[in-house]
C-alpha cells in the first residue's frame, strides 16, 4: 500500500470557535514548534478578520491553554496562518478557498462545524474542484444515533470517498490509549491471561470533578451516554478486548476493533443507571425538566471465544469525586491458601491503567509485607511518560497524523454504526434519570449494576501510596 502524501495546505473552518481556542491552537502551535508543521494554515469563518487578528486569537488561546509563547518560535508559526472571510452557506467563500490554496495538491479540510453542516462544507469544497485529492477531517458527534449516523455518511459518501474521510476522537490520540495495544501484545506476561478463563470482569471509569459549566445548550442535547460513551469508552474498549492483529497496517486494526463491536448484545435498558447531579436544572441552557443524563453506569457483555462471561462495567458522569480516566482489570480471586493461618483468601490481582490525568500503571499483587502477618496487596507503579519529556497533546497527534494520512488515529464507518447500534436500546427506552449529589460518585442505584462482583473501586490516583 502506497503511503499517503503529507497535507501541503491545512485548511479549518470555524477557526474562531471555541474548539479551536481551547485545543486547535495550541495543538498546531506545539506541532509547529516540534518542526512538525510545514504547511501554510487557513482559517475559514464569517467574523470579521484580519490575518494578523487572525494571529493574535491564535497567541491568546495558545497562552490561555496553559502553554508559553515564545516570541521567535510564534513569529514563524503565525507566518503560516492566514484568513478567509465567509459564510459556509455562500458559494463564494468555497473560491476565496480555492484561491488560498491554490497549487495545493494534498490539501486537508478541517471541520470545526457543527455536523450538520458537514455536508454543506464539502459540497461547497467539492463544487469548487478541491475535493479530489483532499482529505477531510471532521469532528464528533457523528450523528446523534443510528439512522443519523449512517444517513450523515451516505450524504459525504456522495461527495468523498470513505478513505478520505477521517472521524475525530480524541481518546485515540491520548498515548496511553495508543499504548493499550502494545501493553497487551508485546508483553508475554499479559497476553496468556487476557481472557475469560482468567479474568473476573473489566471495569471502566471516566470521572470528572467539574459540571456542565458554560455548555449547558449543547450538552443538553447529548448526554453522557452520547458524549463519551458511545465514542471514547467504546473505543477504548475495543483496544482491551480485540484479538492481535495477524498482519500490518490500519485495515488489520480496524478489522479487530470491529468485531469487538460486532460480538457485543445491544445494551439493556434494564442494566443501565442514569444519573443528574443536583444543579443541573439552573445551568443557562439547559431546558426546564430537561431528563438529559449527566452520569451513565452500565454493563456491557462480549459474546465470543475471549470474552464470554466476562462483564464490562462502564461509569462515566460529571461532578463526580474524582478527575480521573482509567480501565482496571480485575482478575479471578485466588482460592483459600492452606498454609495461611485463619480463613483468610487472597484478594484477586488487578491491572489498572491511569488514561488521564499522569498516564500510569499499576499492577495489584498479594505478597508478605516484612514485620507484618498475614498477606497484604502490595502495588507496582509505572508513569507512562518519560520524566522531563514533554508529552504530546492528544490534539497535536491527531492534527499530527491527518496531515500525514495516518488513519490508525480515527475511526471508521462501520465501527461507528456498531457502537450506535449498541447503545440504541437506551437512546429509544432511557431509563428515569436520578438526582445525586456533586462530589459523590452518582446515584446510589449504579451499585446494582456492580452485585455480585465487588462493587466498584475507588480509581488509582496515585495518592494513596
Known amino acids: 500500500m502506497s503511503r499517503s502524501p503529507d497535507a501541503d495546505a491545512l485548511v479549518i473552518f470555524g477557526i474562531t470557535g471555541d474548539l479551536a481556542r481551547k485545543m486547535t491552537f495550541q495543538a498546531l502551535y506545539l506541532l509547529s514548534r516540534r518542526h512538525g508543521l510545514s504547511c501554510p ?25 496553559g502553554t508559553k509563547v515564545d516570541d521567535e518560535e510564534f513569529a514563524e508559526f503565525g507566518k503560516r496562518l492566514s484568513y478567509v472571510r465567509g459564510d ?77 474521510l477521517f472521524r475525530i476522537d480524541h481518546f485515540l490520540g491520548k498515548m496511553p490509549v495508543e499504548d493499550i495495544l502494545y501493553l497487551r501484545f508485546a508483553n508475554s506476561l499479559l497476553e496468556p491471561v487476557w481472557n475469560r478463563n482468567h479474568i473476573a470482569y473489566v471495569e471502566m471509569t471516566l470521572a470528572e470533578d467539574f459540571g456542565v459549566e458554560d455548555r449547558g445548550r449543547f450538552y443538553d442535547a447529548v448526554g453522557a451516554l452520547r458524549d463519551v460513551v458511545q465514542n471514547h469508552l467504546m473505543q477504548v474498549l475495543s483496544l482491551v478486548a480485540m484479538e492481535p492483529p495477524a498482519r500490518r497496517g490500519l485495515a488489520a486494526i480496524d478489522d479487530r476493533k470491529r468485531d469487538v463491536f460486532t460480538s457485543m448484545p445491544d445494551l439493556d435498558p434494564e442494566r443501565v443507571v442514569r444519573g443528574q447531579y443536583e444543579g443541573y436544572l439552573d445551568v443557562d441552557g439547559v431546558r426546564k425538566g430537561s431528563d438529559t443524563e449527566t452520569y451513565v453506569a452500565l454493563r456491557a457483555e462480549i459474546d465470543n471465544w475471549r470474552w464470554s462471561g466476562v462483564p464490562f462495567f462502564i461509569r462515566a458522569g460529571k461532578a463526580l469525586a474524582v478527575h480521573s480516566t482509567e480501565v482496571r482489570v480485575v482478575f479471578k480471586r485466588p482460592p483459600k491458601l492452606g498454609f495461611l493461618a485463619g480463613s483468610h483468601r487472597p484478594a484477586p490481582n488487578h491491572f489498572v491503567l491511569r488514561i488521564d490525568p499522569n498516564p500510569g500503571t499499576t499492577i495489584e ?101
Open 365 to 465: 499483587l498479594q505478597s508478605l509485607r516484612a514485620g507484618e502477618p498475614g498477606i497484604h496487596t502490595v502495588s507496582l507503579d509505572l508513569e507512562l511518560a518519560v520524566e522531563g519529556m514533554e508529552t504530546p497533546t492528544a490534539y497535536e497527534e491527531l492534527l499530527a497524523a491527518a496531515l500525514r494520512g495516518d488513519r490508525s488515529h480515527f475511526t471508521r464507518q462501520d465501527a461507528v454504526e456498531e457502537t450506535w447500534r449498541i447503545v440504541q436500546p437506551v437512546l429509544e427506552s432511557p431509563p428515569p434519570v436520578q438526582v445525586y449529589e456533586q462530589g459523590s460518585w452518582g446515584p446510589e442505584d449504579a451499585d446494582r449494576i456492580t452485585s455480585g462482583h465487588g462493587g466498584w473501586h475507588e480509581p488509582w490516583t496515585g495518592r494513596d501510596r
Open 41 to 65: 494554515v487557513i482559517g475559514v469563518a464569517k467574523d470579521d478578520f484580519t490575518d494578523d487578528d487572525l494571529r493574535e486569537r491564535a497567541r491568546e488561546s495558545i497562552r490561555e491553554a
Open 88 to 164: 459556509f452557506g455562500d458559494e463564494a467563500t468555497y473560491a476565496a478557498v480555492a484561491k488560498a490554496v491554490k497549487g495545493a495538491s494534498a490539501p486537508v479540510f478541517y471541520l470545526e462545524v457543527p455536523p450538520s453542516l458537514f455536508a454543506t462544507v464539502v459540497k461547497g469544497l467539492a463544487d469548487v474542484g478541491l475535493t479530489k485529492n483532499a482529505r477531510v477531517v471532521v469532528e464528533k458527534p457523528f450523528g446523534h444515533d443510528l439512522e443519523s449516523a449512517r444517513q450523515l455518511a451516505a450524504d459525504l459518501h456522495e461527495l468523498i470517498d470513505e478513505s478520505q
